[in-house]
Structures are given as C-alpha cells and as structure tokens.
C-alpha cells in the first residue's frame, strides 16, 4: 500500500538522469502508492478514462451507492463500500447497459462488466501473488482495454514498479516531439523502475 520495500536512494540514483533532460524532473523519496482494492483501482482506471477527476469520482462513487452495501462510519460521507465483482456482474447484461444509468458511456460500462467477468471466473488476476506482467497481457486482450489502461491498471493495481505508459498525455507534453516508439527507447534506461519515472513526470506538471 505504501511502497515501503522501496530503496528511494536506489532509484534515483538510475533515475536522476532525468533532470538532465529537464531540471527537476526527478525528484529523491518517490513511491509508488499501492492500493486496498485493486478491482477498485482497475475499474477506476476504466472510469477515469478522458474525464476530469471529479467526473470520474462522482460516478465511482455513483457505482458504490448503487452496487456496494452500506455501512456505518464515523467519517462524513462515507456511507458506502466499493462493490466486488460478484456484486456487480450478476445484475449486468452482456452489454451492461445497467451502468449507463450512473453516467458511463457504453464502452466504459461493457469494460467494467468484463472486468468484473473476468476477474471472478480468474481470467485475471489482481491478487498481490499476480505477475503484473502476465496481467497486463490478459487485460490487452480484453475488449474494450488498450496499452494504457492495461499499464495503468498494472501500475495502480498491482505496484508494478516497471509500468510505462508511452502514449500519456503527461508524457507526451513533457517530451514533446518524441514518437512513442522514440519515448520507448528512452524508457529503457529508467527499468526497472519505469513507473517512478511516470510519478516523477506527473508530479513535474502539477
């Protein structure tokens, strides 16, 4: 959850060299925040696609009211708990129109439905014993996921410490000019802590 297996002096030491491609790009005592849930991060991955962050947790939590069960605690508007995959597979159709009516598009709500599939039949795994990259293979082949998602997903969801996402926005903005076949290639000197390189990338724009 908090990264703490992680060597930060370890990792900037391979990783500093960014800060010769952009002063302060790559900054010492990066981690990689994990996650309790990693069916909730990975459907959240599927949400937050192309929507802004407020969007996309209004309509988590949309998804929470509606699937998860209720709960009593004493925090204010923490009323909810994010649904399982057998909380929400058995009331979806095939196409899982169901979700539209919480205000995802029908792409969005057919990949959370097969997630859902997925993971409860174990088609993918996203237990913490999972290979990251096993499972970013098997995401790739589900439809309705693409390259980013099945790294963010990897990243967010597994702590996959080697995750890259080439055709991010944020990365595309912060290495203007280079094709993704190009950013690759540059990425290859970051393994295999390619996803502390995102974070450092990410935080660099904010």
């Not at 937050?48 to 962050?53: A, I, P, R």
């Not at 988590?60 to 929400?88: K, N, S």
């Not at 996402?165 to 912060?174: I, S």
């Amino acid at each position: 959850m908090f990264d703490l297996d992680c060597r930060p002096a370890q990792v900037y030491e391979q990783l500093s060299a960014l800060n010769n491609l952009r002063p302060g790009l790559c900054r010492p005592g990066r981690r990689l925040p994990g996650c309790l849930d990693p069916f909730e991060a990975a459907v959240r991955a599927v949400i937050g696609q192309q929507v802004t962050v407020r969007a996309a947790r209004t309509m988590a939590g949309r998804l929470a009211q509606v699937y998860g069960g209720e709960i009593a605690a004493p925090v204010a508007g923490l009323t909810h708990i994010f649904p399982a995959p057998a909380d929400i597979l058995p009331s979806l159709d095939p196409q899982g129109k169901e979700l539209t009516a919480i205000g995802l598009t029908r792409a969005k709500a057919r990949a959370i439905r097969v997630l859902a599939e997925s993971v409860l039949t174990g088609r993918l795994d996203l237990s913490a014993a999972a290979n990251p990259e096993e499972a970013v293979l098997a995401i790739k082949e589900m439809p309705g996921f693409g390259d980013w998602t099945a790294a963010y997903i990897a990243m967010r969801a597994l702590s996959w410490t080697d995750a890259f996402l080439p055709t991010d926005l944020g990365v595309r903005k912060a290495f203007p000019g280079l094709s993704v076949k190009e950013l690759c290639q540059l990425a290859e000197a970051w393994r295999p802590w390619r996803a502390y390189a995102m974070l450092n990338i990410w935080q660099y724009q904010q």
